[in-house]
């Protein structure tokens, strides 16, 4: 197994109000963050087949954070998520 694979499995979940709470407090601590996932996600709720009240979280092993959903990937079948402690995007 590679080190990154606890990246690739749900690590927790939270409620809407905890995820939105989370990813409103990193926008707001990295500059640009909130341009950067305006343009590469569309919002929640925007699909169909949206999940509900609570989202999975996942472990960043980068630096440790944990990723947050922050919408749905545009250009991809993907959930956009970013991390709390260094502001980076990803697709899960």
Request: net charge negative; with cysteine.
């Amino acid at each position: 197994m590679t080190s990154n694979i606890s990246q690739a499995y749900p690590y927790a979940s939270e409620t809407e109000a905890e995820r939105a709470a989370a990813v409103a407090a990193t926008v707001a601590g990295h500059a640009g963050l909130d341009v950067t996932i305006a343009g590469e996600s569309s919002p929640l709720g925007s699909s169909p087949l949206d999940p509900g009240e609570r989202r999975w979280t996942y472990h960043h092993g980068g630096c440790g954070g944990t990723l947050h959903v922050a919408g749905y990937a545009r250009d991809q079948h993907a959930v956009y998520v970013v991390c709390d402690r260094c502001g980076k995007t990803a697709l899960r």
